[in-house]
């Protein structure tokens, strides 16, 4: 449809207008230890890999980690509330979707992207969240990241040990 080119334009430039007033007022990066973790991911079976890394890696428990898969259409073998789509957004960076508001309501001690691609929806959704840290890969936007990780996305076990070591270092884990 030519409207879901209008939204994505209209959400770019929600993004745009957002981005910049939160640089400007950049808080202070937490000093709390993590208890809880938002994961985001645009890959529903690398789950099980994921959660395995970062459970054995940063000792996080199965019960702390909030999960957010985004893709841009779902399948019938793909429902799960931990899904999300462009259908969940509206106009102008509004969330839509009542599963979306309860997850961006709580405040999280950290959040992972394991998304391989840079995304609009990804980069809004993260505009909207309370978190005390954010990681993920390097070649995402780097103005909504306290880290970044060089390294290719298809290495999970490297990015999370990398993770940890930076944790480690911020006293974070």
Known sequence: MIFTG???????????????????????????KIK????????????????KELVETLR?????????FYQ????????SDEIITPKDFGWYGKIKSEKLKNILTNKYDLLINYSKIDNIYINVLLLHCKVGFKAGFSHLDNRLYDLLINCK????SLFTKELKKYLTILKKV
């Open 36 to 51: 809880n973790t938002l994961v985001i991911c645009d890959d529903y079976s690398q789950k099980e890999k994921i959660q």
């Open 153 to 156: 996305s298809d290495y999970l």
């Open 60 to 68: 996080i428990a199965n019960n702390d980690i909030v999960w957010v």
């Open 6 to 32: 209008f939204k994505r334009k209209s959400n770019q430039n929600f993004f745009n207008r957002r981005q910049s007033k939160l640089i400007k007022k950049k808080s202070v990066v937490s000093s709390r």
């Open 72 to 79: 841009q259409k779902i399948t019938k073998e793909l429902v």
